[in-house]
């Protein structure tokens, strides 16, 4: 099956620093990426729909301004979380589309002391 | 907006128990349903997904799920479990309420523990 990467896996910051995440997709190109965040013990909740080419677009209660999601190309997007603080620790996944199926990244967890 | 219902938030089964997870969506026309598993510190992997068709799907690792429209539900099943299905599992739709068809809605997850 398709892969989707993700980097970093994990990643440790200082509140009021950003963090980047990347995700790729490595055997496919992707027009469309999603970003998900999962609490523990919790479901994936869609954040915002990446798009190449073109702006983000963000699920209702999302801040665009905090979470910036970048479409570089079609097989990479970012997601960067601009000053960080202790709620934004999480798990941060994203997953592509190819044909009908969607795959997911490893995710990324998230710690902000 | 669609919506996903799993009622079963925490399972524990011994081994070779049979297993069945309900999963219920929200009513949105025609809707596509998957189901994923997650197994500990791994990323999501897709088990099965329906589309259309026979409404009896067959996926990986013996799993199978039955899409009953009248019922809007779209249940897990395996005949037989073993310990390495420990996992959570998620089931999840698209369709036209999701906002889109690429759009996922998942479940809250349900988490299977099975005893040797």
């Known amino acids: 099956g398709a892969v989707v990467s993700q980097h970093p896996s994990w990643v440790i910051c200082k509140s009021g620093t950003s963090v980047k995440i990347e995700c790729r997709s490595l055997d496919f190109q992707a027009t469309t990426m999603f970003w998900y965040r999962q609490f523990p013990k919790q479901s994936l909740m869609l954040m915002a729909t990446s798009n190449e080419g073109s702006k983000a677009t963000y699920e209702q209660g999302v801040e665009k301004d905090k979470f910036l999601i970048n479409h570089a190309s079609l097989t990479l997007s970012t997601l960067t979380v601009t000053s960080a603080h202790p709620e934004d620790s999480s798990f941060y996944i994203c997953?592509?589309?190819?044909?009908?199926?969607?795959?997911f990244g490893p995710g990324t967890r998230l710690t902000v002391l | 907006a669609q919506s996903v219902s799993q009622h079963n938030h925490h399972v524990i089964l011994s081994e070779a128990a049979s297993l069945e997870l309900g999963c219920n969506y929200s009513y949105g026309g025609t809707v596509n349903l998957f189901w994923y598993v997650q197994y500990p510190g791994q990323h999501l992997q897709l088990l099965l997904k329906?589309?259309?068709?026979?409404?009896l799907v067959k996926g990986i690792k013996g799993f199978e799920a039955e899409f009953i429209k009248s019922k809007f539900s779209f249940n897990l099943r395996k005949p037989s479990v073993q310990w390495s299905d420990t996992a959570e599992y998620f089931c999840?739709?698209?369709?036209?309420?999701?906002?889109?068809?690429?759009?996922?809605?998942f479940g809250a997850g349900t988490r299977l523990a099975v005893h040797p």
């Open positions: 997953s592509a589309p190819t044909g009908d199926t969607q795959y």
């Open positions: 329906y589309f259309s068709g026979d409404p």
């Open positions: 999840a739709v698209n369709g036209p309420l999701s906002g889109g068809y690429n759009k996922l809605i």
